[in-house]
């Protein structure tokens, strides 16, 4: 009865609902190819979101994820375009990513500012230096081999995106639900007071977090310039709100402590089953938008009352036994 009614569950029925009403919208829908494309479409954010479950269940946020994606696809533009040598780009791209996550942390971790406030700064900073990067042109011409990575599939009609993804999302679940790691995090965005007390060394968690959050965002901006084959300016502008939206759906709570991997991923698969039933009846761009706008308010919300039920009912099932005792 409890699985019944958890979270997980309620995301499980959900997601099966949207799947059976997909399947009855064309018959193309649970092909092979649509599946892929599913995944391909949203594949930059649904990697991200592994890392912002890890920064939301630490009891922080992080806003600056998109802008960072649109930085580290810039600086690998801007270098290609001066003739470094692409593999160097990319890395250089990476460290900038890891950087701007370290320039977060330090602001959080050690000196106590809020995430919100800080990480807003980055929203605005980043997506500024990507702007300054680029200005108003678009640069691809990229090598074949790196638009390999984001157009052309690797294993069967898998893509390189998608593999690394599955890879990634199994690396997080056992780091965040079997390892020591996993219990900081948790015990940190419960009650920072109490592991700090019990001498867990707060700053420095937190600090990893970002950095780590920086260099998955920095990794997936990359992967964006490999699939789109340009870069712009204001490439994977907007992209926070699905990815936030993911994590918090997926039954992690916005103050931090709860949540699980399982969850978020439940939440992935409904976002993106969603998004393209709403592709296949032909809504446009701004509703489906919208529509993860609800969604992102539901998700802050009905956690709350799924937690208020299932109260209520052991409340009842503690006072039906206290009547059978008399």
Do not use: H
């Amino acid at each position: 009865m409890r699985r019944l009614i958890s979270w997980e569950g309620l995301l499980l029925a959900l997601l099966l609902v949207v799947i059976a009403i997909n399947s009855t919208l064309t018959p193309v829908y649970l092909g092979v190819t649509n599946q892929v494309n599913l995944f391909q479409l949203s594949i930059e954010k649904i990697i991200v979101a592994l890392a912002m479950a890890f920064v939301i269940i630490n009891g922080e946020i992080d806003l600056s994820v998109a802008s960072l994606m649109g930085l580290a696809a810039c600086v690998v533009a801007f270098l290609f375009e001066r003739g470094v040598p692409m593999p160097l780009a990319v890395l250089i791209a990476l460290a900038t990513g890891a950087l701007c996550g370290a320039f977060n942390g330090f602001w959080v971790a050690y000196v106590g500012l809020p995430s919100l406030a800080v990480t807003l700064a980055g929203l605005i900073g980043f997506r500024g230096a990507a702007r300054i990067l680029l200005e108003d042109r678009s640069i691809g011409g990229f090598p074949e081999w790196f638009n390999a990575l984001g157009q052309r599939p690797l294993i069967g009609p898998l893509p390189f995106a998608l593999i690394l993804f599955f890879l990634l999302y199994i690396v997080a679940l056992v780091v965040l639900q079997y390892s020591g790691l996993g219990r900081l995090v948790y015990v940190i965005g419960d009650n920072r007071e109490v592991a700090r007390y019990s001498g867990v060394r707060v700053p420095r968690v937190k600090l990893v977090l970002f950095i780590v959050s920086g260099l998955v965002a920095a990794l997936a901006g990359v992967l964006l310039a490999a699939r789109l084959g340009a870069v712009r300016g204001n490439t994977a502008e907007g992209f926070e709100l699905d990815i936030i939206t993911m994590v918090l759906l997926g039954g992690v709570s916005i103050f931090g402590g709860t949540g699980t991997l399982v969850g978020v991923g439940l939440a992935i698969l409904l976002i993106l089953n969603l998004r393209n039933g709403m592709s296949l009846v032909n809504l446009s761009g701004s509703v489906q938008t919208g529509v993860v706008g609800m969604l992102l308010i539901l998700s802050v919300l009905a956690p709350n009352l799924v937690q208020d039920v299932r109260a209520l009912l052991q409340r009842r099932r503690i006072q039906r036994r206290e009547k059978g005792r008399v």
